[in-house]
């Protein structure tokens, strides 16, 4: 079946514009995850859905940060007032659960420059 | 939270082994993975421990050590195509949490 897609796969911003960036998950899949990746860095954790629950949203960095998980499926993270320390590789991935063996499967990512 | 620590960078050649270590520090432990990413790419999914001991997944095996906080992931008869990211990750269980946490991933480099 189709794996975790993301939209679009690159955006190129001036600072101070607001940016959506779109993750479709695996049908099925009830926990989905926002990282980011700066170059040469790990996975940062921004937010996590789980199912119908209040989302975890300790990792976001800012609150020019925000996102949302309609339908329990796609999920849009919103970045206001771009700043240049945002540019970097937005990997969304969902798994089966959240706990066990599920591992996560991550979409191709957005890269994100903000000029 | 934890604290993960790998190596940032390791060489080997085409045709041997190389081992990739892993350790860490966590309130809560729950699950390690590791992942491998190419460059540009996604990570994609290796290998899961949660007990002590040793899984063995074809060219690919990751040992676990709870007690120690350490884990390896080894690659036999290494392909240059096993030139990538690997990352390790670690999940917390904390209330209801189930987030896993990234080290930095450690790049190999194979070369003929």
């Known amino acids: 079946g189709a794996g975790v897609s993301q939209s679009p796969s690159n955006k190129v911003t001036e600072k101070g514009k607001d940016v959506e960036l779109r993750c479709d998950p695996i049908s099925g899949h009830t926990a989905l995850y926002w990282y980011r990746q700066s170059l040469g860095q790990g996975l940062e954790f921004l937010i996590y859905?789980?199912?119908?629950?209040?989302?975890?949203k300790s990792g976001l960095p800012s609150d020019r940060f925000s996102a949302e998980r309609t339908g329990g499926s796609v999920s849009t993270l919103t970045i206001q007032r771009t700043q240049q320390e945002d540019s970097a590789v937005y990997l969304c991935a969902s798994s089966l659960g959240r706990g066990g063996v599920y591992e996560q499967y991550f979409g191709p990512g957005t890269r994100l420059t903000v000029t | 939270g934890q604290n993960i620590d790998q190596p940032t960078e390791m060489t080997a050649t085409e045709g041997a082994i190389v081992q990739i270590n892993c350790t860490y520090q966590?309130?809560?432990?729950?699950?390690l993975f590791w992942y491998q990413q190419h460059a540009g790419e996604a990570p994609t999914f290796l290998s899961y421990?949660?007990?002590?001991g040793l899984e063995e997944k074809g060219r690919f095996s990751s040992f676990l050590s709870r007690s120690k906080g350490y884990s390896y992931l080894l690659l036999k008869e290494l392909q240059m195509k096993d030139s990538a990211s690997y990352l390790c990750a670690v999940r917390d269980f904390d209330w209801w949490r189930y987030i896993p946490t990234f080290g930095r991933g450690t790049s190999l480099i194979v070369h003929p």
């Open positions: 966590t309130s809560g432990f729950n699950g």
């Open positions: 859905f789980q199912g119908n629950s209040a989302p975890d």
């Open positions: 421990n949660v007990l002590d």
